[in-house]
């Protein structure tokens, strides 16, 4: 009878082992918005991208991370930002599981990881644009003859 209860709570604790991928999810919705309105971004993670022109709401899943964000908008300069999962607390139940298995919960962790569970974007992002500003340049060639003057950005 010992011996069988032995059995079930190691099975118990297995089956418990990537709680993340059963209880959490594995992809996050997030808003991005942008400073102007209207911006052209594209994301790109790990087997993932898309394409979107804000305010939009992307389904992002957490094994993406990071996610590089690259925005253009007519008179602003293109701008690149990084939207990256953090850690929620069901990546502190896996530790649990870990210790208390004594190291058997680690294919759990595995799962998890790969997976993504365990770890989420932020709900909205904000991303500021920096308007593009053109500014007077003047050359001259080596002889100091020749007068340029330019628009640089």
């Not at 991928?21 to 918005?33: D, R």
């Not at 052209?40 to 899943?61: F, I, M």
């Not at 500014?135 to 003057?149: K, Q």
């Amino acid at each position: 009878m010992v011996r069988v209860r032995g059995v079930v709570t190691v099975l118990g604790m297995l089956a418990l082992t990537s709680c993340a991928s059963v209880v959490g999810s594995t992809e996050s919705a997030v808003q991005i918005k942008t400073n102007p309105a209207n911006a052209q971004c594209e994301l790109k993670g790990r087997d993932y991208s898309a394409s979107v022109v804000t305010p939009a709401e992307v389904v992002v899943p957490h094994s993406a991370a990071p996610v590089t964000v690259q925005c253009v908008a007519a008179g602003f300069r293109p701008t690149s930002y990084t939207l990256d999962a953090k850690s929620d607390g069901w990546i502190w139940g896996n530790s649990a599981f870990i210790v208390a298995t004594g190291g058997i919960a680690i294919l759990g962790a595995a799962v998890d990881e790969s997976r993504g569970a365990g770890r989420s974007y932020a709900e909205e992002v904000q991303y500021d644009l920096a308007p593009e500003r053109t500014r007077p340049l003047r050359a001259r060639d080596r002889a100091g003859d020749v007068d340029l003057r330019l628009m640089a950005r």
